[in-house]
């Protein structure tokens, strides 16, 4: 099968295409660095460096859209959103142009989205039906996803994943937290009454591959194990398979005073369950934090 993947270069991109080489899929990777795309993803793996090389003649059976600049690496300023929302919305816009030249369409396009879709909501529990609190997040999420359901309109299948917090052994959310509480000096963030919703990097992969299997599924799919934690628990169970005390917290107002905006990422509260794919009889390999951190660590 041809697969084309923007961001394919990313924390997940990089395993998600190994994952489809290993398969046997013919996989080309959209990248701004094209000549770096075989030595991070492999020799079998073709490099892209424009959409506007593709031509209306080329097809590809399933497109996998995972770009934008990084959300974490800067304090939010206005120009930095406007980065933030032209990284995921633009090139989203432009991929699905793209897809109307073609001659011949791909049957599937699978493009992010986030949690963040749903906002700041407490203990209340989130699935796939319900909506979402106007914040930044929220806009960019919800604007993110229209710009790829205009796929829809070509005859192409949609399924938007609202990803959570990934866990794996070399990047993401882990990697920003080892050092500290590898020394002992993590703990929760504010109250640590926030909710997280996670899941282990090969969960998402194995929702991906089951998304192309799949020809039923359409729509936006929830991209978190079905137990989610509190930011107490989450530090609490890393700091003990570390066997680590995590004694100090972060306070929200410093949090806040350092990261601005940005701060509603780490203190924001999202239950996110995963209903839809629970539904469709998904089996996640790692459906509690304990053994997705445990298998995150032993691959270090």
Not at 8 to 14: A, L, N, P
Not at 42 to 52: N, S
Not at 99 to 110: A, H, N, S
Not at 250 to 261: D, M, S, T
Request: overall charge positive; glycine content about 10%; proline content about 5%.
């Amino acid at each position: 099968m041809k697969i084309l993947v923007t961001g394919g270069t990313g924390f997940i991109g990089k395993a998600l295409v190994k994952t489809l080489v290993g398969g046997g899929h013919h996989v080309t990777v959209l990248s701004r660095t094209p000549e770096h795309v075989e030595a991070l993803c492999g020799p079998e793996v073709f490099g892209l460096g424009h959409l506007g090389f593709l031509a209306p003649e080329m097809s590809f059976e399933v497109i996998i859209n995972l770009a934008g600049a990084p959300i974490f690496d800067a304090r939010w300023s206005e120009a930095r959103k406007q980065l933030i929302r032209k990284s995921r919305i633009g090139l989203t816009e432009q991929l699905v142009d793209c897809i109307e030249r073609m001659t011949v369409k791909p049957k599937l396009l699978i493009s992010g989205s986030a949690i963040g879709y749903y906002g700041d909501q407490g203990d209340a529990e989130l699935t796939e039906a319900s909506l979402g609190c106007p914040d930044f997040s929220h806009r960019l999420c919800a604007d993110w996803e229209a710009a790829a359901r205009r796929a829809a309109q070509f005859g192409v299948r949609v399924c938007l994943m609202r990803t959570g917090l990934v866990i794996a052994d070399d990047g993401g959310l882990l990697q920003r937290m080892l050092p500290a509480f590898r020394f002992g000096l993590g703990g929760r963030l504010g109250s640590g009454r926030q909710w997280m919703s996670w899941i282990h990097r090969q969960d998402w992969i194995n929702v991906a591959l089951t998304m192309i299997a799949d020809e039923s599924m359409q729509g936006p799919y929830n991209a978190t194990a079905p137990n989610p934690v509190t930011n107490r628990e989450f530090t609490c169970t890393l700091a003990r398979c570390l066997r680590r005390p995590a004694l100090f917290p972060a306070p929200a107002i410093v949090l806040k005073c350092l990261l601005g905006e940005m701060s509603e990422l780490v203190l924001g509260s999202q239950r996110v369950l995963p209903e839809r794919l629970l539904q469709q009889g998904f089996k996640f390999d790692y459906p509690e934090l304990d053994g997705a951190l445990r298998a995150a660590l032993a691959a270090k």
